[in-house]
């Protein structure tokens, strides 16, 4: 059995898909930006992350400070989000099986940490958060690296294509949902170890020893 889960935060954890989009679009004139149109989320949500800045005519080259732009106002509008329902029992669960679980993700500690405070739900091993967009493989192997885990121990599980394919690079078992940004569609072109349609799965993966 492994010994520590890691889960993403946004789309995986928490239901902010529609904050992520409201922010974007608020944003999106300033950055020179396409703003997302409801009837097309589904649509961008087939296409990988660089297809979908590529589709939103998202300037790379503005991406680090409209990324930081918005992580301010996510802290803002935190308390109004929620957890993804039938999560939190699944991580007691985890918890009750002597499993270590964490968080790894991109969005900004402070946010995190609010929103777990918020929730009453502060019980996690680790909160690990790093930006960089497009390196999740090296920042899995930087957590593995200064949290002295071993590659073999962990699950990560995430919500994006990206995630899968971070995981591959560094040998580390992926899990994906299918509740979160990209579609199942996406996700199953990333060939994930596991694919999970509903939280309580999660929980069942690793009671029965398949991870």
Known sequence: MKKVIVFDFDGTLVHSRPLAIQIFNELAEKYGCTKIEEHLVEEYAKLNIRDRLKALKCPIHKLPRLLLDARKRYKSSVVGLNLISGIEDVLRTLKQMNIRIGILSSNAESNIRHFLQLNGIEFFDYVYCA???FGKDKA????VK???LKTEDVVYVGDEIRDIEACKKVNVTSVAVIWGYDS???ILKGKPDFIVHHPEEIARIVQGGNI
């Open 140 to 143: 899995i192997a930087k957590m």
């Open 184 to 186: 199942e569609e996406l």
């Open 131 to 133: 930006s960089n967009l």
């Open 146 to 148: 200064e949290l002295s």
